[in-house]
T-cell receptor, first 113, second 113 residues
Framework: KQEVTQIPAALSVPEGENLVLNCSFT??????LQWFRQDPGKGLTSLLL?????REQTSGRLNASLDKSSGRSTLYIAASQPGDSATYLC????????????FGAGTQVVVTP | DGGITQSPKYLFRKEGQNVTLSCEQN?????MYWYRQDPGQGLRLIYY???????QKGDIAEGYSVSREKKESFPLTVTSAQKNPTAFYLC????????????FGQGTRLTVV
């Protein structure tokens, strides 16, 4: 069964520093990996979707890499801002799970001014 | 605006009651999902539906029921058989099962009183 782990569980950085968030998964037979942002008491906002054939995806200050063979993905957020404070979740869709996402527990990020 | 609408935002349930959470999407997506989120844990799949009039159990279906009579709607009923229903419930949709991006609603917080 696919297991997804996110380390660290919480992270605090001063404004302007780059953020590095890690996600690991145990089964490399995946369709894709998706990164989400969740603000307190809110739903999930999709940040980046990486297909299994891709090595990375970029959107503005966000860059996500995928290494299927080692079961890892990293989300980089450049020049962090207080508005980046949120919980970041990664989710994996395996090839035998038809659309069902397996989630990590998330990394709670605080960016201090 | 295209998106997923969940209602109500907050719901209170008395012991022994059944309650129904609403999820409506206008994205023309075939697939819809219900997830449960507990503090400090990743999201867990309750039920999913690939097409109208068809749905399957997820990892934690006991105590829940769903219907899919219309493409746009996927309501979730939390029955009295669910012993620990207090949680944050999230509805999602995607165009198809494999390899496509999932979009989420804003969630319903259910509390047992």
């Amino acid at each position: 069964k696919q297991e997804v782990t996110q380390i660290p569980a919480a992270l605090s950085v001063p404004e302007g520093e780059n953020l590095v968030l890690n996600c690991s998964f145990t089964d490399s037979a995946i369709y894709n990996l998706q990164w989400f942002r969740q603000d307190p008491g809110k739903g999930l906002t999709s940040l980046l979707l990486i297909q299994s054939s891709q090595r990375e995806q970029t959107s503005g200050r966000l860059n996500a890499s995928l290494d299927k063979s080692s079961g890892r993905s990293t989300l980089y957020i450049a020049a962090s801002q207080p508005g980046d404070s949120a919980t970041y979740l990664c989710a994996v869709m395996t090839t035998d799970s038809w659309g069902k996402l397996q989630f990590g527990a998330g990394t709670q990020v605080v960016v201090t001014p | 605006d295209g998106g997923i609408t969940q209602s109500p935002k907050y719901l209170f349930r008395k012991e022994g009651q059944n309650v129904t959470l609403s999820c409506e999407q206008n994205l023309n997506h075939d697939a819809m999902y219900w997830y449960r989120q507990d503090p400090g844990q990743g999201l867990r799949l309750i039920y999913y539906s690939q097409i109208v009039n068809d749905f399957q159990k997820g990892d934690i279906a006991e105590g829940y029921s769903v219907s899919r009579e219309k493409k746009e709607s996927f309501p979730l009923t939390v029955t009295s058989a669910q012993k620990n229903p207090t949680a944050f419930y999230l509805c999602a949709s995607s165009t198809e099962g494999g390899g496509t991006e999932a979009f989420f609603g804003q969630g319903t917080r259910l509390t047992v009183v």
